[in-house]
């Protein structure tokens, strides 16, 4: 009766103790290890990819529902949701996002099949497959990439602005061009 049914998790190693090959699990090559980029020194003001709040959905899982705060999903499994803001959306080979999703810039490897608004970079890979409706800034597809539905490029052009309607229009005419007035009167016969 003592005894769980469930695995014990590892525990974390103690301070100043590597794990074989200096890389703490989900967190990357430890600054100063071999596999750790030039001149990683771990503090630093700028934020990199390893600090973004990211959200990996393994092979294999599912999950389905609301996801928050992350700045960074990565699908190698399903996602299910509704709207989901991030910054970044990659979709590896074989995963696969259903739903509606707004982000910076998604890279497809994988699947998409839904509503997807990118408002800077799409990329399609070669793997990629896009289903249902995109927009984006600037799109890049990958030869044997797939899009099955609508795009819409989104344009500078639509910004709203301060003038009223009516002088946006009289601003976009040109003006019209002098015509002199001819007074029979004074025309010469010959």
Do not use: W, Y
């Not at 003001?45 to 709040?53: I, L, Q, S």
């Not at 599912?62 to 709207?83: F, I, K, P």
Request: overall charge neutral; some cysteine.
């Amino acid at each position: 009766m003592g005894r769980s049914p469930f695995p014990t998790p590892p525990s974390p190693p103690s301070a100043g103790v590597l794990p074989p090959g200096g890389i703490m699990p989900n967190r990357g090559p430890m600054p100063g290890t071999p596999g750790s980029p030039p001149g990683a020194q771990g503090s630093g003001p700028k934020k990199d990819m390893t600090e973004r709040r990211t959200l990996v959905v393994g092979r294999g899982i599912s999950v389905q529902g609301v996801v928050q705060d992350a700045e960074r999903l990565v699908v190698e499994g399903t996602v299910e949701a509704t709207m989901i803001h991030a910054t970044e959306l990659s979709v590896a080979p074989g995963g696969v996002f259903r739903g509606e999703i707004e982000v910076e810039d998604a890279e497809l490897a994988g699947t998409v099949d839904g509503t997807l608004t990118a408002r800077g970079n799409l990329t399609i890979r070669a793997s990629g497959r896009l289903i249902g409706t995109a927009k984006c800034r600037r799109l890049q597809v990958e030869d044997g990439g797939q899009v099955t539905g609508r795009l819409e490029m989104i344009t500078d052009q639509a910004r709203p602005s301060s003038q009223p309607a009516g002088e946006q229009a009289q601003a976009s005419r040109p003006a019209p061009s002098p015509i002199a007035a001819i007074d029979p009167a004074h025309t010469a016969t010959p």
